[in-house]
Structure formats: structure tokens, C-alpha cells
């Protein structure tokens, strides 16, 4: 069981019990920094990568499966 959040949000530590450990960075994490930080990597690839021009329209395909699902969930968010 993980003791707490080891992110830190805006300089300060959560505090609250971690429920998952990332494969990709080994960080502990809530549930809601987890959502905060890969809500941020999401943006952060897609403006870094310049991929989308404001006002631009875009099409998503998704087959259903998780990896789909949580993209274009996040994309409507």
C-alpha cells in the first residue's frame, strides 16, 4: 500500500494516499494528481508538437478499447 502522493502540485505536497505507482516515472500517485499529470502531458505533447492550431477541427477515432476511450474522454474535457 502506498503511503502518500509523492507529486508535487504547485510546489506543495498532496498528502493523500497514493493508489497507483506510474511504470513511466515510478511516482506514486492519487487519483486526482494522477488525472492532473497526465492531463498535463496530454497538453504539453500536443502544444509542444504543435499539432493543433487554435480554432482547428478535429476528428477522433476511437475503437472502443481503453488507450481510445480515455483519449477522447480527456479530449472533451
Known sequence: ???????????RKCGKNAVLKRSKTGDAL????????????IHFTITRANL??????????????????VLAYNWLS
Open 30 to 41: 492519487c487519483k486526482e494528481c494522477f488525472f492532473e499529470v497526465f492531463e498535463n502531458e
Open 52 to 69: 493543433f492550431k487554435a480554432g482547428s477541427t478535429v476528428a477522433i477515432g476511437a475503437s472502443g478499447g481503453k488507450d481510445s476511450t
Open 1 to 11: 500500500m502506498w503511503q502518500e502522493c509523492r507529486v508535487k502540485v504547485n510546489d
